[in-house]
């Protein structure tokens, strides 16, 4: 195996668990070791310093393959002679944090974020951030050539507790943001706030923030770590885990239920009657939030949000609703260059939840987004009001729908740009279909005829052979009717999977 073939867009992911027989462990030792090694000289160019004035933090989330893979990258950064700082569990974000609060030059994270337990990665920060896709690419072409070095067990880690420094950070966020004449460090006394962590890293959340700002987290879920994940995925665009965090929300009377991934980079929220505040709704609420005193500002999303969204940031809340490639980072950047170009762009956020302030280093981070949430959430509470109070001018879809078409052809990535070629072809001689101005990846084709009144959005997947179609309608049965549209127009490719598309136009056989 190649190990360029481990580059899962900024990450670097893989099979860590011979689980199934005969599978095979693709990041097995030889490989983390011949990475943290091209890592190392890459952190050593990248900071112009000797490797022995170099720090970096090292930490993982709660997967059971995180162990053996901390002690190769540790071993191995202390063989190419640079310090190192075992900060043991920790989240994603808190790892980046490391080079802003503990004097790092530069942090690795193990995690596959919301990916089977068999899986596991590694994410790489430096003071400006995580590493980019070509600085990932690059890191595994040198990895390749590497032969090795001998072990050197003069040099020990230095151990620290980082996630106490960071659930400090957080807390005096909170202090500060709420600002309680009455009771300035126990702010959230008062409020019941449940967290769904999924056995992943985000269990300090509930016991290391919100209880000691005075919340009451009785009825949390899953806080203690378990690679295993033995209750739901971890993943807030989880079903499942959606369900979870909900039914705890509504059995502890809650103000709030809190829901993370994995490792804590992305985040949703329930409503006290159970309403979610996910996708589309979460992204509403965090613009509502992050235009406060960033009146006109562009809030850059990812390409699958709704009409709704765009009229609510753009009318309700007077801002800029921009739409571009999905993938987190993509969207971070893009928020990133208009910032640099004079636009004001206060957030980046993408509709799985990975949100990006500007004011904290554009870092996607679920713990940060729900300490802002949490923030409004006491301030309104005082006024008699809730968080839905404010994106209650957001109109939702009629129906909405997603799939997802698998490639079968070899060369997916060419075949897939074939059928989005084909696709924005036969819009022209179609009078209902308008290809969109704002379609920024894939194709987005807008039906104008009453009876679909919406879209779709046909892409490639930013990992997977796999083709994501979003639906979205205004009138009912309208998902239906641009399912069976569309799946006329790619009868013709034998190399999809057309099946699911079929069932939402109620096709079958």
């Not at 996630?163 to 008062?190: F, H, Q």
């Not at 713990?367 to 949490?374: D, E, H, Q, R």
Request: aromatic share 6%.
């Amino acid at each position: 195996m190649s190990l360029i073939e481990l580059k899962s867009g900024t990450d670097i992911r893989g099979t860590a668990l011979s689980y199934n027989d005969g599978e095979e462990v693709q990041l097995n030792d030889e490989a983390v070791r011949k990475i943290t090694q091209a890592f190392a000289d890459f952190i050593a160019a990248k900071t112009g310093k000797d490797k022995d004035e170099i720090t970096v933090a090292v930490g993982h989330d709660s997967r059971v393959s995180a162990d053996r893979i901390k002690n190769q990258v540790i071993a191995m950064l202390l063989s190419s002679g640079i310090n190192v700082k075992n900060c043991e569990l920790c989240s994603t974000p808190a790892m980046f944090m490391t080079t802003k609060l503990a004097d790092c030059d530069a942090a690795v994270q193990i995690t596959a974020s919301h990916h089977p337990f068999d899986r596991n990665g590694l994410k790489f920060f430096t003071a400006g951030g995580g590493l980019s896709g070509e600085e990932i690419a690059k890191i595994l072409e040198v990895a390749e050539t590497m032969e090795g070095i001998a072990y050197d067990t003069s040099h020990e880690a230095e151990n620290i507790d980082f996630m106490a420094t960071y659930s400090e950070y957080l807390c005096d966020m909170v202090k500060k943001g709420v600002n309680s004449e009455e009771n300035y460090d126990r702010p959230l006394e008062g409020l019941k706030i449940v967290v769904d962590a999924g056995n992943g890293a985000g269990g300090f959340f509930a016991t290391d923030v919100l209880e000691k700002l005075g919340a009451d987290i009785t009825g949390s879920r899953y806080l203690e770590p378990d690679g295993m994940f033995p209750n739901h995925v971890p993943n807030p665009e989880n079903e499942t885990a959606m369900e979870s965090i909900i039914e705890a929300t509504v059995e502890s009377h809650a103000d709030l239920g809190v829901i993370f991934d994995t490792d804590v980079d992305r985040a949703a929220c329930v409503s006290a009657d159970g309403s979610e505040i996910n996708r589309n709704r979460l992204v509403a609420l965090a613009a509502a939030i992050a235009l406060e005193g960033n009146e006109g500002g562009t809030i850059v999303t990812d390409s699958v949000t709704s009409a709704g969204l765009t009229e609510f940031i753009n009318e309700t809340l007077g801002g800029v609703h921009r739409r571009f490639k999905r993938g987190y980072k993509n969207v971070i950047d893009e928020s990133i260059r208009l910032c640099r170009e004079g636009v004001n762009s206060p957030l980046a956020i993408e509709t799985s939840g990975h949100a990006a302030f500007r004011e904290n280093y554009f870092l996607d981070d679920g713990a940060y987004l729900m300490v802002k949430i949490i923030i409004k959430l006491a301030a309104l509470k005082k006024q008699g009001r809730t968080l839905d109070d404010l994106i209650s001018a957001l109109k939702m879809p009629y129906e909405e729908c997603a799939v997802r078409l698998n490639i079968k052809d070899e060369n997916f990535r060419e075949y897939a740009q074939t059928v989005i070629d084909k696709i924005e072809k036969s819009a022209i001689l179609n009078e209902n279909w308008t290809v969109a101005d704002d379609s920024c990846e894939g194709v987005k084709i807008i039906f104008n005829n009453p009876e679909c009144n919406g879209f779709f959005i046909m892409r490639m997947s930013v990992h997977d052979p796999v083709m994501p179609i979003n639906i979205e309608s205004a009138v009912p049965g309208g998902c239906k009717r641009i399912a069976a549209a569309l799946l006329n127009a790619l009868q013709l490719f034998d190399g999809l999977d057309l099946e699911p598309l079929q069932a939402v136009a109620g096709i079958t056989g």
